[in-house]
């Protein structure tokens, strides 16, 4: 199980980045998928989850209107559409597989005020 995020930048605050996580090793359909974050001297945030299928999402209150969870099972491929984006999502971004038994090496967000 290999999963590899990127898209990760230095962004001015109100700007979008879309993350990506590409899985390999195991098929991406059979399982929902988390994004999970970490700010500078903070612990880990659970901030989206979506099911095998795509349908059905979730998100953690801070980012409910700016961030889009999606996937492509075909491409076997996550993604993090990030609007509007503050300087308090500055952080490391992970994506994990359900039961968070696999994770990525993660991708830095910065987002400058």
């Known amino acids: 199980v290999q999963l590899v995020e990127s898209g990760g930048d230095l962004v001015q605050s109100g700007g979008s980045l879309r993350l990506s996580c590409a899985a390999s090793?195991?098929?991406?359909?059979?399982?929902?998928m988390h994004w999970v974050r970490q700010a500078p001297g903070k612990g880990l945030e659970w901030v989206s989850r979506i099911n095998s299928g795509g349908a059905t999402t979730y998100y953690t209150d801070s980012v409910k209107g700016r961030f889009t969870i999606s996937r492509d099972n075909a491409k076997n491929t996550l993604y993090l559409q990030m609007n509007s984006l503050e300087s308090e999502d500055t952080a490391l971004y992970y994506c994990?597989?359900?039961?968070?038994?696999?994770w990525g090496q993660g991708t830095q967000v910065t987002v400058s005020s």
């Open positions: 994990a597989t359900e039961n968070f038994g696999s």
């Open positions: 090793g195991f098929t991406l359909s059979s399982y929902w």
